[in-house]
């Protein structure tokens, strides 16, 4: 019973949290959002946290989303698993007779046009399951495409229409796929403890009280508070009115911050992090590209790099202190530090995304001191005076590098890999000096063996965060010529490399 208890009070708790979540994005102008609800009147199962925008926001094509609902589903247990077939279930959702798809059928015609309906868990999809190649790894929204392919009922696909289909009494693909293509499946989604950091940090920036060191954390039960007395759908004067009433505020630092931010997005997570720059000083690629790759019809060198050099170009322009936030593919991260390169004049802090939350990194915040050095081993492929170097930090990059090559790259005559002393991982990278740190011994290593060949032309295939990738731009000088390659990671494209920036 006492476990049972626990198991309900971690449950509010987590509600709680992805409200505050977004709640705090109140009293960031950069946003977008306009009004958080904590657990509204409607549409049920969706009802959970509402989030309004103006303007809408982006997310992958060209519609724009002006509301986004959620349904949000927290175990205590993190080792569960669901598929496509859960979703016609109403036990899924702790219901008696109406599934999450029903559910969503029903909230359709109340939302406005663009809406998006987020079911979030901390659970994830089961392998195998095909509901796993339908999620988009870049906004979470279904891969309609991929659901719609043409194919009959009796397809790996078809069978997912047919049994939603059927379970919601609708007579075409086409019904289907107006109902579907607002869904949004977040699972895996971070736990409690990720969400208190993430709030902390958010409370922080905004000039709220952070709760790092206590045992409690005020913003849960505060969310409850709100709601018991009425006032559960919040504005941005009324949450901040609310605040100060609550002694949250303690203020933002009494110095302006000198570092201007600027975005770079080529793809776009969840809503809630949507924030950090205004709109002049972001630059939007989401329209050329569908998930994580390039539309039909664009080209790297032709379409993305023109726009990502005039617009770092001007943007630091305003402010010669960057804070650098890149929702972008490996290869622009480069291409940015090749813009903004050790000469360039401008000081560049970069905001990390990882598995802890959000933090930003500086070439000098000491973190270097107690990270690793990358081992390094090189393999002689050819008698080409070409050069592979595979950068194996987040994931193993080597293996598929040295495949490509095999196959593409005949005048490749020397393999380079760099590698963590512990083996790959999310979180091997200490911060921006230790990144900076290992771009720069990757790059002196490169300048060593190109000393007797300049022009040998450098191919570069890295598992990586964005700030050592920005650092190694840093260095292209000693690199270049150089071709930045992207790895298909979500195995829903061509599942190797291709080729993207030429740098010279």
């Not at 626990?6 to 109140?26: P, S």
């Not at 094509?61 to 589903?73: D, F, L, N, S, T």
Request: charged letters at 25%; proline letters at 4%.
């Amino acid at each position: 019973m006492a476990d049972a208890v626990k198991a309900q009070w971690h449950g509010h708790n987590y509600q709680a949290r992805i409200f505050w979540q977004n709640a705090l994005n109140l009293l960031d102008a950069t946003s977008g959002v306009i009004e958080v609800t904590f657990e509204a009147n409607g549409p049920k199962a969706f009802d959970d946290v509402v989030v309004k925008y103006d303007p809408p926001i982006p997310r992958s094509g060209v519609q724009r989303v002006p509301a986004e609902y959620h349904q949000v589903k927290w175990h205590v247990a993190g080792g569960g698993r669901f598929g496509y077939e859960d979703f016609i279930d109403p036990a899924f959702i702790g219901a008696q007779s109406v599934s999450l798809l029903q559910r969503l059928h029903q909230a359709l015609p109340t939302a406005p046009v663009g809406a998006h309906f987020a079911f979030i868990t901390i659970d994830r999809i089961k392998d195998g399951d095909p509901l796993a190649e339908l999620v988009s790894a870049n906004d979470k929204t279904l891969l309609t495409e991929r659901l719609f392919d043409g194919t009959t009922d009796k397809s790996r696909m078809g069978k997912v229409r047919k049994c939603w289909r059927n379970h919601l009494g609708l007579a075409s693909d086409e019904e289907l796929q107006e109902v579907v293509r607002s869904l949004r499946i977040i699972d895996g989604h971070r736990s409690l403890d990720e969400l208190r950091t993430e709030i902390n940090l958010r409370a922080q920036v905004v000039g709220l009280l952070t709760c790092s060191t206590s045992s409690d954390f005020r913003y849960d039960e505060l969310a409850r508070q709100f709601k018991v007395r009425g006032i559960n759908s919040l504005n941005r004067e009324l949450f901040e009115r609310l605040c100060r009433e609550e002694g949250l505020f303690v203020g933002r630092p009494a110095e302006p911050d000198p570092f201007l931010p600027i975005a770079v997005r080529s793809f776009l997570g969840p809503a809630a992090d949507i924030v950090g720059a205004k709109a002049d000083d972001t630059l939007l690629l989401t329209d050329d590209f569908r998930q994580r790759y390039l539309q039909e019809g664009r080209d790297w060198q032709r379409d993305i790099r023109p726009k990502v050099e005039s617009f770092l170009r001007e943007a630091v322009k305003r402010s010669a202190k960057a804070r650098l936030i890149l929702d972008a593919h490996a290869s622009i991260a480069f291409l940015a530090g090749s813009v903004l390169d050790l000469k360039s004049g401008v000081e560049t802090h970069l905001v990390q995304k990882g598995r802890v939350g959000t933090r930003v990194w500086r070439a000098d915040d000491a973190s270097a001191a107690t990270g690793a050095k990358f081992e390094r081993s090189e393999e002689a492929l050819s008698s080409g005076r070409e050069i592979a170097v595979a950068i194996s930090v987040s994931q193993a990059a080597t293996p598929q590098a040295r495949a490509y090559v095999g196959l593409k790259l005949s005048e490749v005559g020397k393999l380079v890999s760099f590698t963590m002393p512990t083996g790959p991982g999310q979180q091997s990278v200490m911060g921006g000096e230790h990144a900076a740190a290992l771009a720069e011994q990757v790059s002196n290593h490169l300048r060593a063996i190109k000393a007797d060949d300049p022009d040998a032309i450098v191919h570069i295939f890295a598992a990586c965060p964005n700030s050592l990738m920005f650092f190694l731009g840093q260095q292209h000088q000693g690199i270049a010529p150089c071709i930045v390659y992207e790895f298909d990671f979500d195995r829903r494209g061509n599942k190797t490399y291709q080729p993207s920036f030429v740098i010279d």
